[in-house]
């Protein structure tokens, strides 16, 4: 099993998503993301708040309106993994022979656009999540990982229909609302981003990263109290989460 962490990151000053924290799971088998939600990689673990507590009435939030120029790109970054390339590599040699005995093996097809994935070869890896979907037209792991290549490849609009078909078949899946998300947030779509998150968080109340996500999003639509709370949230279950309680809830 792999975790790819989610980081949006605004091109300029307006909307800064510099937060190294959002993470997504990407799944060998369906529905093992939530046995293992909470797990993330040691620099990730949850600890006790690290912000200092300061009245209310002298924090200074601070509302963000995105224009265009400053869209926020994503880039999909691995942390240290089981795997590594020549891991993925080998899956893809193991993948190619039970594909050479059976063409329409949708494991085989499944397993090697992972590792195409993984070695950044994200248009091949697309190729085949659309031969497993041709075969399994309801495989909610198709549609999620398929979506998560897409948002590397910046391809928002068909992430979002991705994770929303991943949902449709794995209704209680909270990485797929949070991609969702975080595709929505690419476009802008603030308002739009955050139902998903608040799901996401309703799955799993200790999902930090959708917290924080909920906040900026909410700061991006001029609501600095709501912000301010999930932030606060966000902080307490993960302190890298400070930054963007001090960015987009003026809290110093």
Not at 51 to 76: C, D, G, K, L, Q
Not at 152 to 178: G, H, M, N, V, W
Not at 213 to 231: C, F, M, T, V
């Amino acid at each position: 099993m792999k975790k790819i962490l989610l980081h949006l990151v605004a091109g300029t000053a307006t909307v800064l998503l510099t937060t190294q924290c959002a993470s997504t799971a990407e799944n060998d088998t369906p529905g093992s993301r939530r046995a293992v939600s909470t797990e993330t990689s040691a620099a990730r673990l949850p600890t006790a708040s690290a912000v200092t507590e300061a009245s209310a009435a002298t924090a200074a939030p601070v509302a963000t309106t995105p224009t265009a120029s400053t869209a926020p790109t994503p880039t999909i970054v691995e942390p240290a993994a089981r795997k590594n390339n020549a891991d993925y590599k080998a899956d893809i040699r193991t993948a190619d022979a039970a594909l050479k005995a059976k063409p329409k093996d949708a494991e085989a097809l499944l397993l090697r656009a992972k590792a195409k994935s993984h070695l950044k070869d994200y248009r091949e890896a697309v190729t085949d999540y659309n031969t497993v979907l041709r075969l399994k037209p309801t495989n909610a792991e198709a549609y999620y990982n398929r979506g998560l290549t897409r948002l590397k490849l910046k391809e928002y609009t068909p992430a979002i229909s991705d994770f929303s078909k991943a949902l449709k078949y794995r209704p209680d899946d909270k990485e797929a609302f949070f991609g969702r998300g975080a595709a929505k947030m690419q476009l802008f779509n603030f308002k739009g981003a955050i139902p998903d998150f608040s799901k996401a968080i309703g799955l799993d109340s200790a999902y930090a990263d959708a917290w924080e996500y909920r906040g900026i999003s909410y700061s991006s639509i001029n609501k600095p109290k709501e912000a301010k709370l999930d932030l606060e949230k966000a902080a307490k279950l993960n302190p890298e989460a400070t930054k963007s309680l001090r960015r987009y809830a003026g809290k110093e």
